[in-house]
T-cell receptor
Framework: ETGVTQTPRHLVMGMTNKKSLKCEQH?????MYWYKQSAKKPLELMFV???????ENNSVPSRFSPECPNSSHLFLHLHTLQPEDSALYLC???????????????FGPGTRLTVT | AQTVTQSQPEMSVQEAETVTLSCTYD???????LFWYKQPPSRQMILVIR??????QNATENRFSVNFQKAAKSFSLKISDSQLGDAAMYFC???????????FGSGTKLNVKP
């Protein structure tokens, strides 16, 4: 596997279910991100992890719980979601951004989540 | 606070013609990076082109080029010889130097007419 992978690609869950989204990056990056992309809305940053430490939580409801066990893996645990949480969830990774290094962000294919 | 603005929600271009997508940003930093990302329908977001703010020369990648105006805080994307495969959402993004956070514009949907 290369780049950023996400599983599952599609997920349908009821409002009382608990599920998890998984993201893995094979690029040696030190930062990982979760974004929410809803139809006709801008890309919303949810969480940022740098070297496994959470450095950004963009006022995300507690029904979304991130976990970053190491710099290569990122999870998003979901519980008691609402229908308005239906969206495409994108994972991304990046490196430090120093001169001469890679500084762009790489995205996974996303998980299309539907909450019924 | 850093913000990125894309004032054109949707644009259309005829195949083989040239189109320019606009982006402006607001920052008090002097060193940063700028990007254009492409997201085709139901497909993965990919990097189109990137620019380092300390470089005055505009970046070019094949048919894609940028017009970077640092004083005006403007970063437009020009697509030459447009192809059907260029149809996608295009996002402009900003990243402060040596800081892991990216700011995205709201996107411009580009339609390419055969």
């Amino acid at each position: 596997e290369t780049g950023v992978t996400q599983t599952p690609r599609h997920l349908v869950m009821g409002m009382t279910n608990k599920k998890s989204l998984k993201c893995e990056q094979h690029l040696g990056h030190n930062a990982m991100y979760w974004y929410k992309q809803s139809a006709k809305k801008p890309l919303e940053l949810m969480f940022v992890y740098n070297f496994k430490e959470q450095t950004e939580n963009n006022s995300v409801p507690s029904r979304f719980s991130p976990e970053c066990p190491n710099s290569s893996h990122l999870f998003l645990h979901l519980h008691t979601l609402q229908p308005e949480d239906s969206a495409l969830y994108l994972c991304a990774s990046s490196s430090g951004g120093e001169r001469g290094s890679s500084y762009e962000q790489y995205f996974g294919p996303g998980t299309r989540l539907t909450v019924t | 606070a850093q913000t990125v603005t894309q004032s054109q929600p949707e644009m259309s271009v005829q195949e083989a013609e040239t189109v320019t997508l606009s982006c402006t940003y607001d920052t008090s930093e002097s060193d940063y990076y700028l990007f254009w990302y492409k997201q085709p329908p139901s497909r993965q977001m990919i990097l189109v082109i990137r620019q380092e703010a300390y470089k005055q020369q505009n970046a070019t990648e094949n048919r894609f080029s940028v017009n970077f105006q640092k004083a005006a805080k403007s970063f437009s994307l020009k697509i030459s010889d447009s192809q059907l495969g260029d149809a996608a959402m295009y996002f402009c993004a900003y990243r402060p130097y040596n800081f892991n956070k990216f700011y995205f514009g709201s996107g411009t949907k580009l339609n390419v007419k055969p």
